[in-house]
């Protein structure tokens, strides 16, 4: 979640439970939280980078791009920790990598027709993401397991252009349901707004009672 700390946008964690507290994340001032990890690693992001924090004593944040003309968005965990996805744009236009974290080993470029949302499923097997075309977008399908270990991407389903809501581009517009085969997503409705033309008031006379 994020937090409006004296006009900074800072990085926080809180349970689920409303009663719980809510933690800072050290040093994250100006980050969005984007994606933590089952083993305590949040990436976020702030100045078009992606950073990822340790959830604990203050430790200082690991860059993962360091080139202010990239921008950087979208983070998503495998399910074991070990790889990083994100929409990148250090060809030009977005595309979808994976990169080892935390390490060794460069990122790895994903997609191949440009890409975005990257989305692992539950059992960390397959890696989902969207890759745009001009009647409608198409949602994609990988296993991967590791660098060496992958193969190449083929299409599940078309997503027409306003088929999913995507208010933001800093978080995937979809989830995927936890055995994998099933995707969720925000449908935006257009909605007609009728004015307001009378305001009926109803008054409850009560007799009081000496």
Do not use: C
Request: no cysteine.
């Amino acid at each position: 979640m994020q937090l409006v700390d004296e006009a900074r946008i800072v990085a926080a964690l809180v349970r689920p439970d409303v009663t719980s507290p809510v933690t800072i994340v050290d040093g994250s001032a100006g980050y969005w939280a984007g994606a933590l990890s089952n083993n305590g690693q949040l990436a976020a992001m702030g100045d078009g980078a992606l950073a990822v924090f340790t959830i604990g004593p203050a430790a200082a944040p690991v860059k993962i791009q360091a080139s202010t003309t990239v921008l950087e968005t979208q983070p998503a965990w495998s399910p074991d920790g070990r790889w990083l996805a994100y929409t990148s744009t250090t060809t030009g236009r977005a595309e979808v990598y994976a990169r080892p974290f935390p390490g060794p080993g460069d990122a790895i470029m994903l997609s191949s027709n440009g890409g975005s949302g990257p989305v692992w499923s539950p059992n960390g097997g397959e890696l989902f993401y969207l890759e745009p075309g001009e009647s409608a977008d198409r949602m994609m399908a990988m296993r991967f397991a590791s660098a060496s270990d992958r193969e190449k991407a083929h299409p599940l389903f078309a997503v027409p252009h306003d088929g999913l809501y995507r208010g933001t581009p800093l978080l995937a517009p979809y989830a995927v349901a936890p055995d994998g085969q099933s995707f969720y997503g925000v449908r935006p409705v257009a909605r007609t707004v009728t004015p307001f033309r009378r305001i009926s008031l109803v008054f409850k006379i009560g007799r009081a009672h000496v």
